[in-house]
């Protein structure tokens, strides 16, 4: 049974820096990809970055570009996505997710889903 672990989310000030960790267990991930996606207060839920665990490849949601970095750590079976200069903006929840896709950006073509870390920045 696929299990997905999130941590490292909590409250920062504008500019700040978080690294959010998702630990991914139950499978082997060769030829998945995994992802992040956010959720604020009544929006909807958005893809924020990917990697495919072949090959390392990454994908980005426009807005993050350049502020956000995704990585894996494939001995530990771990996720990363490293976030600095945060923005009010960038304030959801954030959700790891695991599946065998090509639509990285879609939300439903993914398999598991982690419990989500609250993300918070303050102006």
């Known amino acids: 049974q696929v299990q997905l672990v999130e941590s490292g989310g909590g409250t920062v000030q504008a500019g700040g820096s978080l690294r959010l960790s998702c630990a991914a267990s139950?499978?082997?991930?060769?030829?998945?990809?995994m992802a992040w996606f956010r959720q604020a207060p009544g929006k909807e839920r958005e893809f924020v970055a990917a990697?495919?665990?072949?090959?390392?490849?990454?994908y980005y949601e426009d807005s993050v570009k350049g502020r956000f970095t995704v990585s894996r750590d494939n001995a530990k079976n771990t996720l990363y996505l490293q976030m600095n200069s945060l923005k009010p903006e960038d304030t959801a929840v954030y959700y790891c997710?695991?599946?065998?896709?090509?639509?990285?950006?879609?939300?439903?073509?993914?398999?598991?889903w982690g419990q989500g870390t609250q993300v918070t920045v303050s102006s």
């Open positions: 990697i495919r665990w072949s090959d390392s490849n990454t």
């Open positions: 997710t695991v599946g065998r896709t090509v639509l990285v950006r879609v939300r439903t073509s993914y398999d598991y």
């Open positions: 139950g499978r082997t991930f060769i030829n998945y990809v």
